[in-house]
């Protein structure tokens, strides 16, 4: 066989891309495995090894001969192992397993069966996190669903009131900062109740005296309108009210909110048996309260997990058609070298560079994005000519065969732009990018650079179905996708408000639906 370049050897690219990979997969908080059906391991990140108490992949899979060994129950592998042989892949099957220091711990796996060329099951990849906190959290509610359940606990509370203090209305609120929210809200049987959950301004609010005296407050008739928040109760058929304080947590303030049908109902007996009544409660509540904040935070652990594992399944999506492509032009080359014309082979080697760069930007896109949120993406400010580079993107797009005209505007002779010039060029890069995938063939997509004040602004629109109002607000988030649009992986808009924004800029869009959309962000202008 006649010799052939290495590309690998030759093309700095290649080891800069296996370099970045790496690192992405190892900076990854979620664990990363592929394993056989004989429970051996092939291999796994760092936080897999982490997970199970050791410090490296090699440390865990040299002390581990078969994964089945750190199950606490080792039928659930069988378990697994059936729902891949039958399904081919699984989503948050969840296991016990026992750690290193013996200690146990709860994992949720997603993933993919692989088969044989017989298609018969050989092993399977794909990710876990520790799911430990939220298990924990549900024996927790079972056993203790009695005392700890807000709305059943406050029931039984309110019954007993009931009997001495005959209540419309009974709320247990949380005061943090300038926002209130109610935890639970019960009252008669006609009684509208107001929102649960919401966090609203404290502004207008008769907890603002509370929170400033610490103390409890008496409104005797709601028809004074003593407080803006009077009319909503008087409307509910409250004619008088009591916010009584509960010393439960240092950083925030409990109350018990009581509100009564007829004006001037608080009296001395009154209070005294809501002052008793709510102080022999205080513990429970503050239970309460410490249930409800550990369940927020399991809540926000697995919005975080489960976003994690949408950037893994969308980057993945984006990798395989040019890694589809990389496999299959090298197994050609390398069977069939000395069979290809060289024109052929320039083709296709030509081919494989490309595919090469892609996964190239890929790659270099998902560790931006790492960076970005740890805040550790870095910055080189400088002057630079924001004409210029606008026409160079430009270029780069018409030259590319994109399908579409471009138009440049520019108000002429401006000053220089300050900023970092090759983020500054992801930027327009990304915006423009967008603007020709969802414009139509034949369409034109126009850059315009001015001057407003002390920055320059850029402003890229297109002539595509545009946007609807209420997808607006979604835009810029992480990994947001709008119904209608193509597949991706929602992460070129929010590299593009994290890059305006970190150099001193602001980005917005406007659209009318089957007008096309218009994106404009600002450059500050060098001094």
């Known amino acids: ?68 060994d750190v199950y606490v129950d080792p039928t659930r592998r069988d378990d697994l192992l059936r729902a891949l042989e039958k399904e081919g892949g699984v989503t948050g099957f969840e ?51 009695s005392d700890l359940e807000p709305t059943e606990a406050v029931s039984r509370f309110a019954e007993v009131l009931r009997r001495t203090v005959p209540f419309r209305q009974l709320s247990l609120i949380q005061v943090r900062g300038d926002s209130y929210r109610r935890i639970v809200s019960i009252g008669d049987r006609d009684y509208r109740p107001l929102p649960l959950d919401q966090w609203l301004p404290i502004e207008g609010h008769p907890l603002e005296a509370v929170v400033r005296t610490q103390g409890p407050l008496v409104v005797q008739d709601t028809m004074a309108g003593e407080w803006p928040f009077d009319a909503t109760l008087k409307d509910r058929g409250v004619g008088s009210y009591a916010i009584i304080p509960l010393p439960t947590d240092p950083d925030s303030l409990t109350t018990f909110n009581v509100g009564m049908s007829d004006p001037g109902a608080f009296n001395s007996e009154v209070m005294s048996l809501l002052s008793a009544h709510t102080a022999a409660v205080t513990n429970a509540v503050r239970n309460i309260l410490l249930f409800e904040n550990q369940r927020e935070l399991v809540r926000q652990l697995e919005e ?39 024109d052929r082979k320039v083709k296709m080697l030509g081919s494989l560079a490309r595919s090469a760069r892609i996964v190239q930007q890929l790659l270099q896109r998902d560790l931006d994005v790492a960076l970005i949120e740890t805040g550790e993406l870095h910055y080189e400010i400088e002057p630079f000519d924001l004409d ?53 063939e034949g369409s034109t997509v126009t850059v315009e650079v001015e001057r407003e004040g002390g920055e320059l602004r850029v402003t890229v629109s297109d002539e595509g179905p545009g946007i609807a109002e209420a997808d607006l607000a979604l835009l810029f ?19 593009a408000k994290s890059m305006v924004e970190a150099q001193g800029g602001r980005i917005w869009a406007e659209s009318t639906p089957g007008r096309g959309a218009r994106f404009t962000y600002t450059v500050p202008i060098a001094a």
């Open 304 to 342: 975080v997990a489960r976003l994690r594992n949408e950037f893994l399944a969308s980057a993945s999506h984006d990798l395989r058609n040019p890694v589809s492509v990389m496999c299959g032009v090298a197994e050609v080359l390398e069977a069939r070298w000395d069979e290809i014309d060289e």
């Open 95 to 145: 296991y016990e397993m026992r750690r290193r220091d013996g200690a146990h711990r709860w994992l949720s796996i997603t993933a993919r069966a692989s088969r044989s060329e017989n298609g018969s099951l050989e092993g399977f990849e794909g990710t876990f996190v520790d799911v430990t906190e939220r298990r924990m959290l549900e024996a927790a509610t079972r056993a203790m669903s």
């Open 1 to 68: 066989m006649a010799d052939r370049p290495n590309r690998r050897a030759t093309d700095p690219s290649f080891e800069d891309a296996d370099a970045r990979y790496r690192r992405l997969i190892e900076q990854s908080g979620v664990g990363l495995f592929q394993t056989r059906t004989d429970g051996s391991i092939e291999w796994m990140n760092s936080a897999a090894a982490q997970l199970f108490g050791y410090e490296s992949a090699e440390e865990f899979i040299a002390s581990t001969d078969d994964i089945r």
């Open 388 to 440: 210029r580079l606008v026409r160079d993107v430009l270029d780069g797009f018409e030259q590319s065969g994109a399908g579409r005209g471009f138009a440049f505007r520019s108000d002429g002779g401006l000053p220089s732009a300050l900023g970092d010039e090759r983020r500054q060029t992801q930027i327009l890069h990304n915006l423009v990018s967008n603007a020709v995938k969802f414009s139509p």
């Open 477 to 495: 988030k992480r990994l947001s996708r709008l119904e209608s649009s193509e597949p991706g992986t929602g992460l070129g808009l929010y590299m």
